[in-house]
Each structure stands twice: as C-alpha cells, then as structure tokens.
C-alpha cells in the first residue's frame, strides 16, 4: 500500500540523514529570512501563523485559529503574499488561509498583511495537498485560489504538477456547490494540462475566462511577462453530483 502523504514531506529525512525521496509540487528552498522578513516573523508570527506541527492533533480545528466560524478560501501557493493581502482585505466576511511551504514567503507575506491592516488571514506552511486532504472537509471551501504553481517546464518534471485529475478531484470534492476556483498561469503547455485535466473532472464546470481584474499582478506573474509569456486565468465552478 502506498504511503499516506504527509504533512510536511519537505522536511522528511531517512533515519541516515538523507532527505526523503518524494513527488513534491514544489521545490525545496531555503528557509533563510533576510533582516526584515526575520523581523516580520518575530513581530506577527503568532497573531498568523498556524504553526506547522498544530495539524498533527487529532483535535485541530481550523475556527479555533481564526477565533470565528466564517466561509473559507484557501490559497494554494501563496508565495509571498501579494495576492493574499489584497484580495483578503477586500473580503472581510471570508477567513483566508495561505498555505505556503516556502518560510521567507510566508516572512514577506505576514509583512505585506501587517502593511495592510487585515485580520481575516492565517498561513500554514503544511503541504496544501495534505491539508485539502485531511482538514478541509468535502463541500467545505467558499473558493480556492492557484496563482502561478511552480510550472515544472521539463517534460521529465510535470509529474510534479500541482494540476493532476487525483488533485482535481481531491479539489473538486472540497469546494462547496457553486463555489469557485480560480488558476492562473503563465506557462501555456501548463494552461493547457490544467484546462484538460480540469475539463475532464465531472464535478468542475468552466474555463479559461478573461483576467481576474482583482487579482494583483504577483512576482511570478511580473517575470512570466517579463519573459514575454502570456497571462491565463481560468475559472472553474464546483458542480453538483
Ligand atoms: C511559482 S510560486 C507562485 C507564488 C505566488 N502565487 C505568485 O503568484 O507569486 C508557487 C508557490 O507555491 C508553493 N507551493 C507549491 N506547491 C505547494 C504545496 N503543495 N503546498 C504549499 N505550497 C506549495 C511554492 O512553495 C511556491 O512558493
């Protein structure tokens, strides 16, 4: 039988040390904070950080973390939190929670949420994967957010795609009836794989759709154009069964 993913794979060691050899949509990068991000970290952690290890109790309940029971967005990759602050500042009835494996992201996004002012976000740096999966329950999202995943542009690396049809289902049986969620990419051959694979998910209706006008143009998005690639957005809509 194959192993239940876990929580934090990116921090898997083999008992002689050696990292744990495992499919990762993401890839291991270092967790060192420059000054400001280190000071971000130590002024706000507390007021919004999940911290990693509280998932492993069996009585984790997510509203605890937010001090309300309001509908949930999930962002998936929120990289340093450009599109995160924003987009929840102009959503204060939603919790927003970024999950984020990368630290200095989470660093920089806490920054740009103090910046803000908002109090409707939480970050956990958990694999997303594993948290859709294990403490989101079915129907449970109001909308689900993709900003730019990490592409794996070589052939040899697209099994680490975040977009699969077991990843689309696992999403599709998250998202309440009627609720949405939003891709974007600036990789076309990874537009097309996600639009395939999403197309096929009998419980998604939807498509490439013009840009979102509230999404933010994020880091990623700003070096995709930069190299002269091209902006898709895609909407899809949970279905019922
Ligand atoms: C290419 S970056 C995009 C960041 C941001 N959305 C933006 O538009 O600038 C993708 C991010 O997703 C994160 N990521 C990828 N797979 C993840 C997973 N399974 N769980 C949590 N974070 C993940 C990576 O660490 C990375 O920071």
């Known amino acids: 039988m194959t ?21 990762l949509s993401y890839s291991r990068r270092g967790s060192r904070f420059t000054p400001s991000q280190q000071a971000a970290w130590d002024e706000h952690h507390q007021a919004w950080v999940i911290p990693d290890d509280v998932v492993d109790d069996p009585a984790f309940d997510l509203t605890n973390w937010f001090g309300r029971s309001a509908p949930l967005i ?3 990759g929120s990289g340093v939190g450009e599109a995160t602050a ?6 204060p009835a939603y919790d927003v929670l970024a999950l984020e494996v990368w630290r ?4 920089s996004t806490l920054e740009r949420l103090a910046a803000v002012g908002v109090d ?6 958990v694999d997303a994967v ?11 999202l109001a909308q689900l957010w993709t900003f730019f995943p990490d592409p794996w542009p070589k052939t040899r690396h697209h099994k680490r795609r975040l977009v699969t049809p077991a990843f689309a289902a696992l999403a599709a049986s998250r998202l309440a009836v009627d609720a949405e969620w939003r891709l974007a990419t600036d990789w076309a051959d990874y537009a097309e794989q996600m639009v395939e694979v999403l197309d096929t998910e009998p419980l998604l209706e939807g498509g490439p759709v013009e840009r979102w006008v509230e999404r933010p143009v994020t880091k990623f998005e700003r ?3 930069a190299a002269g690639r091209s902006i898709t957005d895609l909407c899809y809509r949970r279905v019922s069964r």
């Open 3 to 23: 192993p239940a993913r876990p929580a934090r794979p990116h921090l898997r060691f083999t008992d002689d040390g050696r990292r744990m050899r495992e499919v």
């Open 74 to 76: 999930v962002e998936i």
């Open 86 to 91: 924003a987009l929840a500042a102009s959503r």
């Open 104 to 107: 200095p992201g989470m660093a």
């Open 120 to 125: 409707n976000v939480r970050l956990c740096g």
């Open 130 to 140: 594993w948290f859709l999966e294990h403490l989101v329950p079915a129907d449970g």
């Open 223 to 225: 070096k995709g154009l």
